[in-house]
């Protein structure tokens, strides 16, 4: 697994990125590996931004007069969704736990611990064991406050990935999964609130995504590589 601590990019950039119209529900991205750097989304999540106000932040954020992703999860007036991926999950739980009156879910790529020291990684390079027995509890009383929270792992053996996990928040087959996941999460019975306007939202984001990338991904599959 790639270990985005020694990343260099990390240190450049602006620490949140925002696109999108405010009146859109919410999308807060919590990045450790810093690739909005150039004061923009990665081009696969632009899309997004028509139908959703993405929240790029580059972890860590806290720096200088750049306001925390607490105090920006705290100015926001509808509900969120936070994506996290690698490093970033333990702290999308924490930051869900203390906004749960706004967060309406969670979805974690590649999750990993901030600290690895005693926890092993897979065969494949992955975190799942630790993510589905450390993080049980966290997860089991989220969804007891009405958050909605799923992981998925990506494979190097995946011929649309094609790269070493953590695979990039920017790869389009991670967009789609995860927009994916946030429609799972819609009006199920687990959420008692209506959603549909914001269904509706995230359905027009999804279809921009899968016009614009679904081609080459599924090209990408049939072929191998």
Same mark, same amino acid.
């Given at each position: 697994?790639?270990?985005?601590?020694?990343?260099?990019?990390?240190?450049?950039?602006? *620490?949140?990125?925002?696109?999108?119209?405010?009146?859109?529900? /919410?999308?807060?991205? =919590?990045?450790?590996?810093?690739?909005?750097?150039? &004061?923009?989304?990665? @081009? #696969?999540?632009? *899309?997004?931004?028509?139908? $959703?106000?993405?929240?790029?932040?580059?972890?860590?954020?806290?720096?200088?007069? #750049? *306001?925390?992703? &607490?105090?920006?999860?705290?100015?926001?007036?509808?509900? @969120?969704?936070?994506? !996290?991926?690698?490093?970033?999950?333990? @702290?999308?739980?924490? =930051?869900?736990?203390?906004?749960?009156?706004?967060?309406?879910?969670?979805?974690?790529?590649?999750?990993?611990?901030?600290?690895? @020291?005693?926890?092993?990684?897979?065969?494949?390079?992955?975190?799942?064991?630790?993510?589905? #027995? &450390? #993080?049980?509890?966290?997860?089991?009383? $989220?969804?007891?406050?009405?958050?909605? /929270?799923?992981?998925?792992?990506?494979?190097?053996?995946?011929?649309?990935?094609? +790269?070493?996990?953590? +695979?990039? =928040?920017?790869?389009?087959?991670?967009?789609?999964?995860?927009?994916? $996941?946030? $429609?799972?999460?819609?009006?199920?019975?687990?959420?008692?609130?209506?959603?549909?306007?914001?269904? !509706?939202?995230? +359905?027009?984001?999804?279809?921009?995504?899968?016009?614009?990338?679904?081609?080459? =991904?599924?090209?990408?599959?049939?072929?191998?590589?």
């Amino acid at each position: 697994m790639r270990d985005f601590q020694d990343d260099d990019v990390r240190g450049a950039g602006p *620490p949140v990125v925002w696109h999108g119209l405010e009146s859109a529900p /919410v999308l807060l991205v =919590l990045d450790p590996a810093g690739e909005a750097k150039h &004061d923009a989304l990665p @081009a #696969t999540w632009r *899309p997004l931004a028509d139908h $959703l106000r993405v929240g790029w932040c580059r972890l860590p954020a806290e720096t200088g007069d #750049t *306001p925390s992703v &607490d105090q920006l999860l705290e100015g926001v007036a509808t509900h @969120a969704h936070l994506v !996290a991926a690698g490093t970033a999950a333990e @702290a999308a739980l924490r =930051l869900a736990d203390a906004h749960a009156d706004r967060v309406r879910s969670v979805v974690v790529v590649d999750p990993a611990p901030m600290t690895r @020291a005693g926890v092993e990684a897979d065969a494949d390079g992955s975190y799942a064991d630790w993510w589905d #027995t &450390d #993080t049980a509890a966290a997860r089991q009383h $989220l969804l007891a406050r009405g958050v909605r /929270v799923a992981a998925f792992v990506s494979r190097e053996t995946d011929p649309a990935v094609r +790269v070493e996990p953590p +695979v990039p =928040l920017g790869h389009p087959d991670v967009v789609g999964r995860v927009v994916q $996941l946030l $429609l799972s999460f819609q009006g199920d019975r687990a959420d008692p609130e209506p959603v549909e306007p914001e269904r !509706a939202e995230v +359905v027009e984001a999804w279809h921009a995504v899968r016009e614009r990338f679904g081609p080459a =991904l599924e090209r990408a599959r049939r072929s191998g590589g």
